[in-house]
Every structure is written in C-alpha cells, then in structure tokens.
C-alpha cells in the first residue's frame, strides 16, 4: 500500500508528541513494506526531499507570509493575516496535488495542516484520493488550535474564529474517514458539524516508545520526584503545579519541570519558584530527551488547563513505569485509570492537585504499584499495536471506497 502523509512538521521539526507519533506511525508502517511518503511544510523558499529510516519526506516551501514554527515575534497584524490565508491556501493545495500526481498513492492520511490548510483535502478529491483524518488538535475550530484564551477555555467559538470553521466544515466534506486520538476530541468536531459524511469515525491513540530497561526499583526510604514535562505555555496549568508543590508535605522532595515555550512565561513561573518554601527542590531543565526526563523522576504530573486532546507524554510515561498525576480536561481522564494507572484532580477545585501529591507523599508504596499497573498499560499503546490499527482504518476507507465504486 502507498500512503501520503501531510502533516505541517516532520524530522527535524519536531515541537512536542503529535510530530513523534505522526513519525513512528509513518517508520512502522514503512517497516512492514509499505510505501510512505511525507509531505511537511519548511521555512525556506526552494524545499527538498530526503530520507529519512525509510520514508521519503518531501518538504515543500509554505506558501504564506511566514513559517509559523521558527519563533520569530511577529505582530498581531501579520499573524491575523496569516491566519486569513491559512483558512483556505490555493498555494499549497497546488503544490500538493501536484506531490499527488508524482507519487500515486492509495490513500492520503492528513493530521496537523496547520501551513498547509484544509486545502490538501481539496487537492486529494480532485484527485480521487481517499483521505483519512486524524484529530490531534483544535485546528479546524479555532485559530490558536488550543479553544483556551485570556485563561479560560472557549465554551463557544469566537467571532474570529468562526469564519475559519466554516471554510474548513465545507472542506470537511471530501474526507472519507476520521479519527481521534480521543472520544473527547473526536466527538468536538462532530458536534461542530465536521465530517458530514465519513464513512467510519474512530478512535485510535498516541502510540508509546518501547522501553526495553527492566522496571526501576526505587530504594525505600528515597524522597520522591515529581515532574513535568511539555510545552512551557499558560495553560498547561505549570503554576498552579508550582503552587500546589511549594503548599505539599513535599519536605525531601523535587519537583523537576523540563521544556520550552513561551519565554516570558518561564521568567514568570521562575520568579514564582523563588518565592515560594520549596524554591531549592525546584529545577527547571529546559529541552532533554524524554528517555533522559523519565530516568530522573518517580511521578509525572499534568496539571492541563485547557481541554487536551489527548498527552502522548501520559503514554511515554506508562512505557517507563511512571505513574501520572492528570487533571480531568479533554482525553487526559481516558488515558488514567484513576488510583490504578495514575490519579486524577480536577483543576478548579482549590487543594486539588496538592491532595494528589500528598497522597503519594503519604504512601511511597502506591507510586511503586501504580508504576507497575502503567507499565503493563502501556502494552496496549505499543507502535506496533497502532500501525495495526490504522492498517485497519485504511483497508476499511479503501474497501468503502472500492463498493462506492
């Protein structure tokens, strides 16, 4: 089977776990003798092509006023604009299906488009390419793809919003099936009227790595680490973390916060770190590899604001044995098994998050036990698992299509 992949970020250009799953899933699929092409956006003006374990990747030039992922500060005035244009871009839909015409694949699999516009869907039916969807963001209801602003979520899309969700739920038409990495996202955009008519929608999750080292043994005795992991942005939810850690029992204990993001906001949440009683067991890291992150703590926390769709973090921690402190928004409850895979907290209840922190600082014991029950969890978010699952979901479209015909 020959697939495309269009996804807006690929090796090198990773930001967080959408980009490694999107990978991982394309090198699996590759692994078992399929043909996988990537299509991925790319800041400079000329492109190019290479390989990469397998899969042939084909960055094309984005077609915009800029390249949304280098961190460059732009005005308020160009980033509108450039939202204007990313509602539809006929660039980039012309530049994709000519990718189409090159390679011939069987099926088109679209996830983030951000750069790339819901334009690719255009580009696959003109074609008469089958499409399949997966959803991992908010991108086609809203133009921050987070529905969280001014530190609340947004119960209702905006008058700056709207515009773009109606261009993308007409687009939403020529997609032949979809699929959430979560119920909770998946049921979002049906009930804001996307894909009208697919002919499946499914739910398939992030994938987790394979950890082959055996299960850790923490010395008895030992003070317990916390930590977090992910982007440094307001509404992952890291102050209120900060917070409960500084007003926890937490005495011998770290709390370890690793990423990037937003620079002014790490500033800030460091100026809050120095206030509080527990600023000297307190550790920003910045950017390291997960695998170096997970060797250092005993417990993940993610005090999520915003309605996640779904944390592929949570995912990586189980494969390490590492239990998760999770707030009840978006798919993040359907990832933890509360009080057997990890706890759960409900981020505006006061003295939420810091009672799940003391309950393990109470009981060592259940960090031990929970690290083993999310362990033999993650088995059933092996890559290996997912490909087979999307294998699935593409024989389904290609049959669906196949009796249409």
């Not at 011939?104 to 008469?128: C, K, M, N, Y």
């Not at 770190?273 to 600023?279: A, F, K, L, P, W």
């Not at 997960?290 to 189980?318: C, G, H, K, T, Y």
Request: with cysteine.
């Amino acid at each position: 089977m020959k697939i495309l992949f269009a996804n807006a970020l690929y090796e090198p250009n990773v930001l967080g776990g959408a980009e490694r799953a999107v990978q991982n899933l394309a090198e699996g699929l590759a692994a078992l003798g399929n043909d996988i092409v990537v299509a991925s956006t790319v800041g400079d003006e000329r492109g190019s092509v290479r390989t990469i374990r397998g899969v042939k990747v084909v960055y094309l030039p984005i077609a915009n006023l800029h390249w949304p992922y280098d961190r460059v500060p732009r005005s308020s005035a160009r980033r509108k604009l450039w939202h204007l244009a990313d509602i539809y871009n006929p660039a980039m839909k012309t530049r994709l299906r000519r990718l189409i015409r090159d390679e011939s694949p069987d099926i088109i699999h679209t996830s983030s488009l951000q750069g790339i516009s819901v334009s690719a869907w255009r580009a696959a039916a003109a074609e008469r390419i089958p499409v399949l969807h997966t959803l991992q963001d908010y991108y086609l209801t809203c133009g921050r793809c987070t529905r969280y602003h001014n530190g609340r979520t947004c119960e209702r899309t905006c008058w700056d919003c709207l515009p773009l969700l109606i261009a993308r739920r007409r687009a939403s038409a020529c997609v032949s099936a979809v699929v959430g990495i979560s119920r909770y996202i998946l049921r979002h955009h049906q009930d804001h009227g996307l894909f009208p008519a697919p002919s499946f929608g499914d739910v398939i999750s992030h994938d987790s790595p394979t950890v082959a080292t055996p299960m850790r043994v923490r010395p008895a005795g030992r003070p317990l680490t916390f930590g977090y992991f992910g982007r440094i942005v307001p509404e992952k939810g890291i102050e209120q973390l900060i917070d409960a850690f500084h007003q926890s029992n937490s005495k011998g204990s770290r709390l370890l916060i690793a990423g990037d993001g937003d620079e002014r906001h790490k500033r800030d949440l460091q100026e809050r770190q120095s206030h509080g009683r527990n600023r000297d067991a307190m550790r920003f890291l910045g950017w390291i590899a997960p695998a170096e992150f997970f060797r250092q703590v005993d417990v993940l926390v993610l005090p999520s604001l915003w309605q996640e769709p779904l944390a592929r973090v949570i995912m990586e921690a189980n494969a390490h044995g590492i239990p998760v402190i999770g707030s009840v928004r978006g798919g993040i409850p359907e990832a933890i098994e509360d009080g057997v895979t990890g706890l759960l907290f409900e981020p505006d209840e006061p003295g939420a998050l810091r009672a799940a922190i003391d309950r393990l600082l109470r009981d060592p014991s259940l960090v031990d036990k929970i690290g083993e029950n999310a362990r033999r969890r993650a088995r059933d978010y092996a890559t290996g698992h997912i490909v087979t699952k999307y294998l699935n979901a593409y024989s389904r479209v290609l049959a669906a299509r196949s009796g249409s015909r």
